[in-house]
């Protein structure tokens, strides 16, 4: 098929025949080519094709090691390599087209007339040359005239898409890194010495004698990158991996084109010279991780029909939020409105109120006053969520509390709409990446609630940041719990760790403990979210036995300054903090020699390295080395050698939020399977109709909600008592809850797996959720005290307070 007399394409492999520019002669065929398709096939060679194959390079030993925790062998063409997609590549398959899809606008192109353009398909199955997941490919082709400093050029510009069907067989990402092999013939010539290119890139990788990379990106030396360079004996070989530079979408710019389009796919050609080979990869220093990751769509057969059942067959409600705004086009509501009550004539008689009978013999507490008593009742709020039982708090669903009112509710609407919009979409990417980004914990203090989650009164005094639904001098220990409840939902203990995790345990005691200036000069930029704070005390040889930690701290002569020595381990957050607060000795052995520090690291001499851990990928656990750290005596936090008091104290507020994060953890694993039995059919019927799965939901449900009502409890107890009664009094019954939400977590998170079966044991997808906290359920069970040190504290701590209280025994 021709396009404008210029143009002549082929089906197989979607290539361009014949690219005809105007010379003084005759118009000459600017592509290298063979005349019919048969060459084509027998030399194996596509010469000028947008798209040669799923891979663009070559992946050694023609093997993905890992890709959704699974590895596939690929076909091997290249030696044991895999090369260019295969034995069959895109570049050697009869495509679907052409068909002409009318005039196009290139991005980045300014001024073209008479654009047409022609698009081929092409339906990659799952399987092909080994790759998973079936692909729709689709190449379009546009052609035109621009204006370029006075001259009329031809334009041709070369646009893909790719897209990764569900097709039933539950693949989720799979390996993309689309080229083309573009081979000029601009002369005729059987040089290219002398030509004059642009390179557009900063890096290349090197490649062994098979063209395979040995080692990470390196800078070229040998060339100005992006600069006018002319090809010789002495040239880079252009033939190599090329990082492209992120500007330029182009490996060359032809300078005799005198045009350097940023955006697009585009080729410029105005005077004769030989082309090069040019090979345009995407992310080529990625091979073979995972290069783009695709939307997924419902399968043909059900375009323009309800897809709902197949949707939510293979995905959760994730995808959908995630790409919901960039795909909806409308919405079908077939419910029909609700006609509105018609109000009464006469307003009906009021009911006397049916008081309690006793039976005979049974004593029924009567109220002295009832007026007061219906004054007095709370009335439940209203229901909020999915309404799936035991899935959130009771309080959520309709029932009575007395402990939330309208201000939590406004709260907790408040923090789900972001959760849901902004965090839980993303969290998957966030984990793999090992990274929140910045700008969300940014957020995290102009939203006002850094503020809020440090135990006590809302510190008005320190930001100036206010969080939307709830006045500061209405904040209680009830909404910082709803706020980290709430960041909970997006299953991911990494996310919360990063968020709030240093902060909440690292806050803390600079405020309760620290000295007014010291707290005056650093507070606001932490709360803003502009500085970051974390807690060092355990170290390689000292966890929950923090009476014998080592990391020493020695006053100087002149007693202005501390020079801190020593090391810490499973710092969370450390790796980005600006301060540390920290547990030093400052005196002898044992607990009476302990003090805690606030170190800062612009001081000089501390030292962070990022520790790979079994779960929580994304909190930044840090190894933390000091040494000959200079601290001012003024960064003291309480008292010389009276730092174990500042510790216990905030290992009550640390262990609370250990235990609120576990047990919302619990709720998503038991939601998760609910949502899961209700879909999933096994032996002709819906797992929700065996009884073996509702005993497991309702196993999972029982001790949720026993945990949950004991942490109601204790933090109504907290927001009563002061800090000193608080501290001696439940410091044991919060050392137990501790122990029981972990391993309510524990349970529940096996026993999601276990509903869940395979696609919780596979990274993302329906089972996403379940498998990411599986992960997390150790993070939660060792830090903060294990579950048999928490255990026997709970009962010690708790019989010395009886006995201070006059236990009879």
């Keep these: 098929m021709s396009l404008e007399a210029d143009f002549e394409f082929l089906s197989l492999g979607a290539i361009i025949q014949t690219f005809l520019v105007p010379t003084k002669d005759k118009p000459l065929n600017i592509v290298q080519s063979f005349p019919t398709a048969e060459l084509y096939q027998k030399y194996n060679q596509p010469f000028f094709g947008e798209t040669i194959g799923r891979v663009a390079n070559r992946i050694s030993n023609a093997k993905i090691n890992s890709l959704n925790g699974k590895s596939y062998a690929l076909a091997q063409n290249n030696g044991v390599n895999a090369l260019h997609g295969g034995i069959n590549g895109w570049g050697k398959r009869v495509w679907q087209g052409p068909k002409l899809v009318g005039t196009r606008q290139i991005p980045g192109v300014e001024g073209l007339e008479g654009g047409e353009s022609v698009q081929f398909t092409l339906k990659d199955e799952d399987g092909e040359e080994g790759y998973p997941g079936t692909l729709d490919v689709s190449v379009v082709y546009t052609t035109g005239k621009q204006k370029v400093d006075g001259k009329e050029v031809r334009v041709l510009a070369m646009e893909y898409e790719v897209k990764l069907v569900d097709d039933g067989k539950g ?211 209203d229901p909020y969520g999915d309404l799936i039982p035991f899935g959130d708090p009771s ?26 919009a902004e965090i839980e979409p993303n969290v998957g990417e966030w984990d793999e990446a090992r990274k929140v980004p910045d700008e969300i914990y940014k957020q995290m203090g102009t939203r006002g609630y850094l503020a809020g989650l440090m135990g006590m009164h809302y510190p008005t005094q320190y930001t100036q940041n206010r969080i939307k639904s709830v006045p500061p001098e209405k904040w209680d220990l009830f909404h910082e719990m709803l706020l980290t409840d709430e960041l909970s939902r997006a ?156 510790i216990m104290t905030n290992f009550n507020h640390e262990r609370i939020g250990i235990i609120i994060q576990c047990l919302r953890f619990s709720r998503v694993c038991y939601e998760e399977s609910v949502k899961y039995a209700h879909k999933r059919r096994t032996f002709g019927k819906k797992l929700i109709d065996h009884p073996v799965i509702r005993l497991k939901l309702a196993h999972m449900a029982r001790q949720i909600e026993a945990s949950y009502s004991w942490l109601e409890s204790l933090i109504y107890q907290c927001s009563k008592m002061g800090e000193t009664e608080a501290m001696l009094r439940l410091g044991g019954p919060i050392a137990s809850l501790k122990a029981q939400a972990t391993v309510t977590f524990e349970f529940c998170a096996r026993e999601a797996s276990q509903i869940f079966g395979g696609l919780s044991y596979s990274r993302g997808g329906q089972g996403g959720k379940v498998e990411r906290l599986y992960r997390d359920v150790r993070a939660y069970a060792i830090p903060g005290g294990s579950e048999e040190i928490m255990l026997d504290l709970s009962i010690r701590q708790s019989l010395r307070v009886g006995k201070a209280l006059g236990m009879k025994l």
């Design 171 to 381: 693949v989720e990402e799979t390996v993309v890194n689309v080229t083309n092999h573009s081979y000029f013939n601009l002369s005729g010539k059987s040089t290219i010495e002398g030509t004059q290119v642009t390179l557009c890139t900063n890096e290349y990788l090197p490649v062994d004698d098979g063209g395979i990379p040995t080692s990470g990106p390196k800078a070229y030396e040998s060339i100005t990158p992006n600069k006018e360079f002319t090809l010789g004996p002495e040239e880079p070989n252009v033939d190599d991996c090329f990082i492209v530079d992120t500007k330029s979408d182009f490996l060359f710019v032809f300078q005799s084109s005198q045009s350097k389009a940023e955006n697009g796919h585009v080729y410029l050609c105005t005077e004769m010279y030989l082309g090069i080979r040019s090979r345009r990869c995407l992310r080529p220093h990625q091979i073979p991780k995972t290069t783009i990751q695709v939307e997924k769509r419902s399968s043909q057969e059900s375009l323009g029909k309800d897809a709902s059942k197949q949707f939510w067959k293979y995905h959760n409600e994730g995808i959908l939020k995630k790409y919901k705004a960039k795909l909806q086009v409308g919405s079908l509501d077939t419910k029909k409105a609700a006609a509105p009550p018609t109000p009464p004539a006469t307003p009906p008689p009021a009911k006397e109120a049916v008081k309690p009978q006793a039976e005979s013999g049974a004593v029924v507490p009567v109220p002295a006053n009832d007026a007061k008593q219906a004054v007095d009742e709370s009335e439940p709020l």
């Design 395 to 420: 309080w959520y669903q309709g029932y009575h509390s007395p402990y939330f009112n309208e201000t939590h509710a406004a709260l907790r609407e408040e923090i789900r709409e972001w959760v849901s």
């Design 491 to 646: 299953a991911s203990g990494g996310f919360v760790w990063n968020v709030i995790g240093g902060f909440g345990i690292g806050c803390p005691p600079l405020v309760k403990f620290g000295k007014k200036p010291l707290v005056e000069r650093i507070l606001p930029g932490i709360l803003n979210g502009d500085k970051r704070i974390c807690l060092a005390i355990t170290e390689p040889d000292a966890g929950s036995d923090v009476a014998n930690l080592t990391c020493e701290a020695k006053l100087t002569e002149d007693g202005k300054h501390y020079i801190v020595n020593g090391e810490k381990k499973w710092i969370t957050n450390g790796v980005w903090c600006d301060y540390f607060t920290t547990a030093v000795r400052t005196g002898k052995d044992g607990m009476n020699g302990v003090s805690v520090l606030l170190i800062e690291r612009s001081a000089g001499g501390v030292s962070t390295r990022k520790m790979d851990c079994q779960g929580v990928w994304s909190s930044g656990t840090t190894y933390i080395t000091f040494e000959d750290v200079k601290v001012p005596v003024e960064n003291l936090i309480g008292k010389e050698n009276q730092g174990f008091k500042v």
